[in-house]
């Protein structure tokens, strides 16, 4: 898979955070492909829609925990791998 089709959800309810680690993954690893989300709620929506390839998820989250999204994507047949 070439790092272009390589697709991560990055998150997190702090936007300050998500820049850090999206700048990271960006100039250290010259992946380009990140999408963000606030929360697990709106992570959950962009799962349901957009091929993933790796999640990098906050544990302490408003709305919906990172361990509950962990659980949904884990219950999911679709996501479990």
Do not use: H, Y
């Not at 820049?19 to 989300?37: D, P, S």
């Not at 906050?58 to 999911?76: C, H, Q, S, V």
């Amino acid at each position: 898979m070439a790092q272009e089709d390589f697709c991560i959800l990055i998150v997190d309810d702090f936007p300050i955070m998500r820049g850090i680690i999206r700048r990271m993954l960006t100039k250290r690893f010259g992946l380009t492909n990140i999408i963000e989300a606030e929360d697990g709620v709106i992570a959950w929506d962009i799962l349901s829609r957009e091929k993933v390839d790796l999640v990098i998820c906050d544990w302490n989250m408003p709305n919906m925990t990172g361990i509950a999204l962990l659980k949904k994507i884990r219950a999911d047949k679709r996501l479990q791998d």
